[in-house]
């Protein structure tokens, strides 16, 4: 207590909650402490500084402030293990103590912020700060990733407007997929032409006069064409049923098309304004009365 001087009090109460605990906690002499593992210590400091909120509000001279928190730091320590009766004697008695330290209206006021705190809940603080808790506490540290940065509100747009465009998008990249794909297929069916003709050439045995029959040559060059047509075959019928999709999505697209929401608000300019549509009116209506005379 020999550092907490009314300048020091002062400033405990200029500071934010938060600093001013930690001045008052230098003030004090303590050590640091972890909040949340020493919740002990961290309502004492509480106590303490809620102290000096008080007697500030209650208008007291500064030098009256440090003695209001040094009464609080006594009383809490005195009182330790004793029933709620002999806490009131105990406050009676350091108020008395206090006597020539405080005028009767600050004493007054002391003593029912003590009736009205202490006393009132002075089972929880005998529980509290009357004995050692066993802490069983978990922290875990967990990453907060703020929401990204808005685009600007010019940039936004209606949201059926938006939902149209991503429906629209998506039946365009359908498209490009399903023309890759008969990209892709088309190279698969070559490589396996070539895989199935190397195969039946390599089956055709060599023959001893280094050249083939009329009939062996014959079978061989159909069995080509066959493959070749079988493999055609199926590139054909993958291409209709391709092009059958793509009709399909083609369809659907325009059918979005048709049914797109207007944009609003509708940009004024693009409307004819009112001065324009009379000044038409009235054009016309000269050039008929010319034409009748």
Not at 155 to 179: P, Y
Request: aromatic letters at 8%; hydrophobic letters at 40%; charged letters at 25%.
């Amino acid at each position: 207590m020999a550092l907490l001087t009314p300048q020091g009090v002062k400033k405990v109460f200029q500071f934010q909650k938060a600093a001013g605990r930690e001045h008052l906690r230098r003030l004090l002499n303590w050590e640091e402490f972890d909040e949340l593992r020493d919740s002990r210590r961290s309502i004492l400091l509480d106590t303490l500084y809620e102290s000096i909120i008080f007697a500030v509000g209650k208008g007291f001279p500064w030098v009256e402030v440090a003695k209001v928190v040094k009464f609080t730091e006594e009383l809490l320590e005195k009182t330790k293990g004793c029933s709620i009766t002999e806490a009131v004697t105990i406050l009676g008695n350091k108020l008395r103590d206090y006597q020539g330290q405080f005028n009767t209206t600050h004493l007054l006021a002391l003593c029912d912020y003590f009736h009205n705190t202490f006393i009132r809940h002075y089972k929880l603080y005998q529980y509290v700060l009357g004995q050692d808790q066993e802490v069983n506490l978990t922290v875990d540290h967990l990453e907060v990733c703020a929401p990204p940065q808005p685009l600007p509100l010019a940039d936004g747009m209606d949201m059926a407007l938006w939902k149209h465009e991503q429906q629209v998008a998506e039946l365009s990249m359908a498209e490009v997929q399903k023309r890759t794909s008969v990209m892709l297929v088309k190279e698969m069916l070559h490589l396996e032409e070539e895989h199935m003709l190397q195969k039946k050439f390599s089956e055709v045995p060599a023959p001893q006069s280094g050249v083939l029959k009329r009939e062996e040559l014959e079978n061989l060059i159909n069995e080509a064409i066959h493959i070749q047509i079988e493999c055609l075959k199926k590139l054909l019928q993958y291409e209709i049923q391709v092009t059958f999709d793509l009709l399909d999505l083609k369809f659907q697209k325009k059918i979005l098309n048709l049914n797109a929401p207007v944009p609003f608000p509708l940009s004024i300019t693009s409307q004819p304004s009112q001065d324009e549509s009379l000044k038409f009116n009235k054009a016309t209506k000269g050039k008929k009365a010319k034409a009748k005379r």
